[in-house]
Every structure is written in structure tokens, then in C-alpha cells.
């Protein structure tokens, strides 16, 4: 039973979205295993750009079957806006967009809690898109879910419930208006009418599909790095983008599971707080942050950007399970005169033996660098591993000796064919 799942391995924004659009050629379904609309997957197709947030990017290949899993929390918004887009680009999504009817919903509080909690709490950088609360309704047991829209008294008994209770913490501790139950249900009714013909039982599906033979690709959302039980927290996202979120997240056994790919850039990037051992924030770091382009694709925001981790990457390729990566952005390095790579974190003169688990440690680590020489020309039209300059080699084969991986895939550009397959 053939699964690939592709995992982001650093703090997310690796460009799985160009990687899962590659790799869909070959596939027969793809599916999303957790997290919202606070993840941009983009996608460049001749000289036109596409960002999507719910759907998978292997929706772009008309023979492949899209699937939003029982871990992602929807948001109505984001959904029909996306459906809407790719509607008017004429992409078929009918019969080819299946919804978990588990799948929970992000209701209008989530995003306000969201949003009021990382103006009055300790900023976690989170986008304002009402994940957390959503994934904290989910497990205190009180989420609202795709299937309870079928039945209306179902739906509106469990949302009174829960807007009584919002608006409690609204209005007592937050000092904010209430919020309106009746318009909140006609607007969910009116999606539920809009989103109807996707929803069904994906696990189901996939199981079925798996049996019949078919190749299923994974894709998680964030980076492995951001995972609420295994990242850097508290300054993580609110579900599993690791690999054993594939698992819970879509309703498949662990022994469908076939290969894991970790998409990591040829750098680091991280937007939002948290620990960074490798960040530059001088003018070096402005420079790999212009060239890259490195704006949040769902916020905008500016990324923080620092050279590769090893350390941070062995963790992760441990934790998921990878063996073969995909390396991305190779060319924003293309005029650097030297490219540092960090090798090893000391503490207090001495080297750490693992990855850190709390936060102060990474506040008093320092991090041990090689250095690379740069090779000082374009890598933008370059389509063969062969054909690339003896640095550029020698960095890329170094990334995979230094994180115990071997490298698949590397991408000099966002286009399609800006991409260098290697052999296995």
C-alpha cells in the first residue's frame, strides 16, 4: 500500500507546494493531513503564481483526487475562496475535492480569540487565523465538525453551547461585543449547501483506494520543527506536521506508510517567535531575505533567515523518519561568497548531545559552523546535477552527509522545470 508522505523538516515554508505539484504527476490522490489556512503552499505554473491554503497543490494535475483530511481544521472562508479561484481557472474540482465530514470547523470566535489572545498574552507569532482555538475546541471535546452541519438542531444546540460560553470570556474578561448566534448559522448553512458534494468518509476512501492498488501522497502543513508535541515549544503550531500526524490526520494504518521526503531549504527561515539558533539579523540576513523573497505567503510577514542547521535537521530526518530530501531555493545562494552551515551547538564550551527540549537552553546555546565557498554564478537554468559548479556540489552532497539523508530533489527556482532530479 504505497504512501509518500512529505513532511516540511525545518520551521515550515520550504516550498513543499512546488515539491507535492511535482511529485503529483506520478500519483493518484492527494491529501492534506492537519493544520488550516494558516499555511501557503505556492505553486508556479509557466509565469503565473498560485497560493493555496486548504487544497492540495496536486489539484493543478487533472488525473489526481484532493483530499482535506480529518486533522485540518476548516476555515469556510479560505475554502470557497480557493474553490472560487480555481473555478475561474477553469480546474475541474468536481468529483476531484473530498472533505473529511470530521474534518473541524473554524468558527468566527476561534478567529477572534485567536487574534485578542496574541495581543494580550505572550506572542506566540501566530497568524491570526483561529487554528489554536480551534484545535482546542477539537480536544476539549466541544468542536463543531463538518458531519454536525447535516443535522440543524445538532448544529445549532452545539453552537449556542458554544457561543454562550465565548461570550462570557468576550464580554467579562476581554471587554468585547457578543457574537450574533442567528447570523452565525445562516452563514454556515449557506455553507454547508456550497461544500455539500465534496464531503465524505476520506478515511474510508483512502483505505479503499489503497487496497485497489493506488498512490496516495501525504502533505502536511508548517514544518516539522513547529510540531506541538516534537518543535520548539510553546512557539509551535497546534497539531502534528510530523509524519505520525499523517496517520490520525487522514485515517490510515502506519503500514501503508512507503517513504517520507523532508523538504528543507538551502537555508533556514522561521516566521514568528522562537528559538533560531542559526538567524542573521544583519545585513547578510537582509540580503538572503530579499533575494529569496521571503514574505509569509499567507500573512505576508517578514521572515527571519539564518544559514542551514544540521543539528535542527537530524533531529527532524529522526523524528519522521526521513531518509531523502529535497532541497529548495538553492539558487538564492548563488552570490554569496561563503555559505556557513551549522554543524553543532555547544553549551557553556561544551557539545550538546541532542537537540534542545526547552527554551533555556536554546536561549544560552551557540552554534559551530563550517564554512563553503561560494560559487559566485547563476544555478536559475541548471537542470542537471552534473552541470552545476563544483561548490554548489560539494555544498548540496555535504547537506546530505551532515544530516544522515540522501538529497532527491533540488530546486533552483520556483518554475517547474527550475528543478534537478538526482539519482538513487
Not at 530526518?317 to 554569496?336: H, P, Q, S, W, Y
Not at 561563503?338 to 544560552?364: E, Q, W
Request: net charge neutral; hydrophobic share 35%; aromatic share 8%.
Amino acid at each position: 500500500m504505497p504512501v509518500q508522505i512529505v513532511v516540511g523538516a525545518q520551521w515550515g515554508d520550504e516550498g513543499k507546494g512546488k515539491i507535492v505539484d511535482h511529485l503529483s504527476e506520478t500519483i493518484d490522490i492527494a491529501a492534506r493531513y492537519q493544520g488550516g489556512a494558516n499555511a501557503g503552499h505556492t505553486v508556479v505554473i509557466g509565469d503565473t503564481e498560485y497560493v493555496l491554503h486548504l487544497i492540495p497543490s496536486g489539484i493543478f494535475h487533472p488525473n489526481v483526487t484532493c483530499i482535506i483530511g480529518n486533522g485540518v481544521v476548516v476555515d469556510p472562508l479560505a475554502l470557497m475562496d480557493e474553490i472560487r479561484q480555481l473555478q475561474a481557472l477553469n480546474i475541474s474540482i468536481t468529483g476531484r475535492l473530498l472533505i473529511s465530514h470530521h474534518a473541524h470547523l473554524i468558527m468566527p470566535y476561534h478567529k477572534l480569540l485567536d487574534t485578542i489572545r496574541e495581543q494580550t498574552s505572550e506572542k506566540i507569532g501566530t497568524t491570526g487565523r483561529g487554528i489554536g482555538p480551534a484545535y482546542i475546541d477539537k480536544f476539549m471535546r466541544v468542536g463543531i465538525r463538518i458531519v454536525d452541519l447535516l443535522d440543524r438542531d445538532v448544529f445549532v444546540s452545539k453552537l449556542k453551547r458554544n457561543i454562550d460560553e465565548k461570550n462570557q470570556i468576550l464580554r467579562k474578561i476581554y471587554g468585547n461585543p457578543e457574537l450574533d448566534v442567528d447570523k452565525i448559522v445562516s452563514d454556515y448553512e449557506e455553507f454547508d449547501k456550497k461544500i455539500d458534494e465534496y464531503v465524505t468518509d476520506t478515511a474510508v476512501y483512502l483505505n479503499t483506494a489503497l487496497r485497489n492498488g493506488k498512490k496516495v501522497l501525504a502533505e502536511g502543513a508548517q514544518g516539522a520543527l513547529l510540531d506541538v508535541d516534537h518543535g520548539t515549544y510553546p512557539f509551535v503550531t497546534s497539531s502534528n506536521p510530523t509524519s505520525g500526524g499523517a496517520c490520525t490526520g487522514l485515517g490510515i494504518p502506519p503500514t501503508s506508510i512507503d517513504s517520507i521526503l523532508g523538504v528543507v531549504k538551502a537555508y533556514s527561515t522561521r516566521v514568528g517567535n522562537g528559538p533560531f539558533p542559526t538567524e542573521l539579523t544583519d545585513e547578510t540576513g537582509k540580503m538572503m531575505r530579499e533575494i529569496g523573497g521571503e514574505y509569509g505567503a499567507t500573512t505576508g510577514r517578514p521572515r527571519r533567515c539564518g544559514w542551514f542547521d544540521a543539528v535542527s535537521l537530524r533531529y527532524s530526518a529522526m523524528v519522521n523518519g526521513i531518509t531523502n530530501i529535497a532541497i529548495t531555493k538553492l539558487d538564492v545562494l548563488d552570490t554569496f561568497d561563503a555559505i556557513l552551515v551549522c554543524t553543532g551547538y555547544t553549551l557553556h564550551g561544551k557539545p550538546l548531545k541532542s537537540f534542545p527540549s526547552d527554551m533555556s537552553t536554546f536561549d544560552r546555546l551557540s552554534p559551530t559552523y563550517e564554512s563553503f565557498r561560494g560559487w559566485k554564478s547563476s544555478t536559475r537554468d541548471i537542470t542537471s546535477f552534473v552541470k552545476l559548479p563544483e561548490e554548489a556540489k560539494r555544498y548540496i552532497n555535504a547537506l546530505g552527509n551532515l544530516t544522515g539523508t540522501t538529497v532527491s530533489l533540488v530546486s533552483v527556482g520556483a518554475r517547474r522545470d527550475q528543478t534537478i532530479f538526482l539519482k538513487q
